[in-house]
């Protein structure tokens, strides 16, 4: 790996690019070569300074001989496989939060995935294709699913099991992604083999992907989320908007109200729900805590129920005002009166304010594994830029949870079946009205 000199590197590659381009258009192959080297190189060395675990979890040996393959297959790759390169010495660093930013968002498939179990199944089906609806995924353009999972394992910068599962489901419908790993002739369209609901044969459907400008929810999906490979992480951020046309179960009650960051509802027999769907920095959060306080107040014996799942996280300190209101209430500062929901995609700072609300408020965790339970770094939004090509690398520069012990692991594990979810019930909700009740309180 060249050691990268901005003085003498960026003037020869523009030298070079000069000489190449005068009047004849687009650069010579050379001029692409430098510059893209010249990234790589960059990248190798910045990083590594302002990332906040520095080379953690990688030698620099390592690190280096990844910058120094990259750079050697530069003359034979497209631009979209360097990038793909550059995430995976990324992902060396093992910490989700600091990640390539992957420019416009591509051609997709509009299904949504979700894995439930052991298995991939589709929980979003695409349009015209309502049989699809609890379909496990098998294969992909001949392809087992276990031998795709294997090529997209070293693209994702993950620490936590949970997190490489949710890119998982973002990578299977990326029309890019699977072209580029060799699971598909076209980013026009891919063969997908399922096993349909009740079916013991395989069925094989040819599926058309669409593009971001005429699918709306997926521009908004982007921007939802500030991790690059969450997009389109959620069943709801598909729902949201409305304009994918999928074949959805029936959605429970946390898939409700989706364009709202926060809200809170009265439940039959007078228990309290408040939704957090995403964790702004704004006082917005605090109001809303406040009226759910003081719901639970006023009907003796009832439960708060804080529903966290599917929050891809973002900001905590304005959860706090939660975590105060109920601790400066003895009635509620209490085991039995409050009582959490995460699941696989509770994420980042949505993990760190559910197990806040276990450590500080003595509420009982339902549910699933959080999709980050370690969650280590944070603070990300720093942004590295790539000289030549303009790219920008995400990094982080603060370490939030030092031990990494497993955070927000649920007291009561619950994760709802395939039938559930097709069904749209949720099992989760259920057993958190009935659990541990306080004295006289309504189920």
């Known amino acids: 790996m060249r050691r990268w000199a901005p003085a003498i590197a960026g003037v020869a590659a523009a030298l070079v690019i000069a000489a190449g381009t005068a009047g004849c258009g687009p650069p010579t192959p050379p001029g692409r070569t430098a510059a893209w080297r010249d990234d790589i190189a960059y990248l190798a060395q910045k990083l590594p300074q302002v990332h906040v675990g ?3 979890g990688v030698t620099r040996s390592q690190w280096n001989a990844a910058a120094d393959q990259l750079e050697a297959r530069v003359p034979r790759l497209n631009d979209s496989q360097i990038i793909q390169g550059l995430e995976r010495i990324i992902a060396l660093l093992h910490d989700d939060e600091t990640y390539l930013d992957g420019g416009p968002v591509g051609p997709v498939y509009p299904m949504a995935l979700q894995w439930i179990g052991s298995g991939l199944y589709v929980v979003g089906a695409p349009p015209g294709n309502p049989g699809l609806l609890g379909a496990r995924i098998i294969a992909v353009g001949g392809h087992a699913l276990s031998q795709i999972l294997a090529a997209l394992r ?73 991790f690059r490979h969450y997009f389109p992480r ?11 046309n999928l074949s959805l179960p029936p959605l429970p009650l946390y898939e409700q109200n989706l364009t709202e960051p926060y809200w809170m509802t009265v439940l039959p027999g007078g228990d309290v729900y408040l939704k957090y769907n995403e964790c702004l920095d704004t006082s917005g959060f605090a109001k809303v805590a406040a009226n759910a306080i003081a719901a639970v107040r006023s009907h003796p014996g009832s439960v708060l129920i804080v529903d966290l799942r599917n929050n891809p ?32 995609l509770t994420y980042s700072s949505a ?46 520069t603060k370490i939030v949870n030092p031990s990494k ?25 259920q057993l958190a009205l009935s659990y541990n009740r306080p004295s006289g309180s309504q189920p």
């Open 54 to 56: 520095g080379l953690d």
């Open 154 to 226: 070293p693209l994702v910068d993950y620490q936590d099991q949970g997190v490489l599962a949710a890119a998982e489901v973002n990578d299977l419908i990326q029309a890019n992604t699977l072209k580029l790993l060799g699971f598909a002739s076209s980013t026009l369209r891919a063969d997908f083999t399922v096993q349909l609901v009740g079916a013991t044969a395989t069925t094989t459907v040819a599926l058309d992907s669409r593009t971001a400008d005429t699918l709306p929810w997926a521009i908004k999906a982007a921007q939802v989320s500030d």
């Open 234 to 244: 959620q069943l709801e951020t598909l729902t949201a908007l409305g304009s994918a």
């Open 313 to 344: 996280g973002g900001y905590t300190a304005p959860f706090q005002a939660l975590i105060e209101g109920i601790r400066a209430d003895p009635q509620l500062d209490r085991p039995g009166r409050v009582i959490a929901l995460v699941n696989q």
């Open 351 to 396: 993990t760190l304010d559910a197990n806040a609300l276990r450590v500080e408020a003595k509420a009982t965790l339902i549910g699933e594994a959080p999709e980050d339970p370690i969650d280590e770094y944070g603070n990300s939004g720093h942004v590295l830029r790539l000289p030549f090509k303009d790219i920008n690398v995400n990094y982080t």
């Open 405 to 429: 012990a497993a955070l927000a692991i649920p007291d009561i594990p619950v994760a709802p079946t395939l039938q559930e979810v097709i069904d749209g019930q949720d099992p989760v909700l």
